[in-house]
């Protein structure tokens, strides 16, 4: 019997969800973004539970989209910038999903945490990287533009200039380079990551309940209200990137493991 895509367990108020395709390091397809949706869901609703735990199955968060699922339907310019449209919606909708619950949200980081994979963990109330983490936005290196809120939640968590440096060059980053932006709360070594995120949520769980999510409320209202506008626009964006040679290019050399040569076409 096959394993769920996403896992669910709650117990003494916390309720731990995980993404649970380690073949592709946690990413994002149509199937396990649908089982992620109702797993918050449930969270969300559950009265006995308080803090949400977000982790990857496998010692990896997530590698970001689903490149399988992305080329699914060929490489022809309207399939791939249809199935790009769709999948792009469907992971926004995480994002907002994530903001839009009003309990605290702790992502547990190692491994990879990659693209979509760390946009959605910068969605997050609270994030504990382990020292293996690896962070990348790695849309450049596709030809295409962050996803998932990834610019505008970069911007707002540490500034334009930053931001510019680290969607354009894409460069990978380890975990203590995200503690020194501040884009990470804490880091800890392997074999203290589950303890150290449990003890926060552990925390969080006993603080009330009621003020934490005022206060999530009016977080969101003064520094992500813009994040559905941003989403939209990225939508627009990588639909209309999907139909250029760049990224086709881009694409295939990833798939065949060599460095792509563009044209800016």
Do not use: W
Request: charged content about 20%; proline content about 2%.
């Amino acid at each position: 019997m096959s394993q769920a895509l996403v896992e669910y367990q709650a117990e003494n108020h916390i309720a731990t969800i995980t993404m649970n395709d380690p073949k592709t390091l946690n990413a994002f397809s149509t199937v396990l973004k649908d089982a992620m949706m109702a797993a918050l869901t449930k969270a969300d609703e559950d009265e006995q539970v308080r803090v949400i735990v977000l982790q990857g199955a496998n010692n990896n968060f997530s590698s970001g989209g689903h490149i399988g699922e992305m080329l699914e339907n060929g490489m022809e310019s309207e399939a791939l910038s249809d199935k790009l449209n769709f999948m792009v919606g469907e992971v926004a909708e995480i994002s907002l999903k994530l903001r839009n619950i009003h309990k605290p949200i702790i992502a547990k980081l190692e491994g990879a945490v990659a693209g979509a994979g760390m946009n959605l963990a910068l969605t997050c109330d609270f994030r504990i990287a382990s020292e293996n983490a690896k962070f990348v936005q790695a849309f450049v290196n596709i030809g295409l533009i962050p996803d998932a809120g990834g610019i505008y939640l970069l911007n707002q968590l540490i500034g334009v200039a930053k931001t510019t440096e680290m969607v354009m060059l894409g460069d990978k980053l380890k975990a203590e380079d995200m503690a020194r932006l501040n884009l990470v709360n804490d880091v800890v070594s392997s074999d203290k990551l589950d303890a150290s995120v449990l003890a926060l949520a552990t925390r969080l769980s006993n603080l009330p309940g009621k003020a934490l999510a005022s206060m999530k409320h009016m977080i969101n209202t003064h520094a992500y209200m813009g994040l559905n506008e941003a989403l939209d626009m990225e939508v627009d964006q990588q639909t209309m990137l999907a139909k250029t040679d760049d990224f086709k290019e881009g694409i295939t050399a990833f798939m065949e493991k060599r460095k792509p040569v563009y044209i800016g076409k």
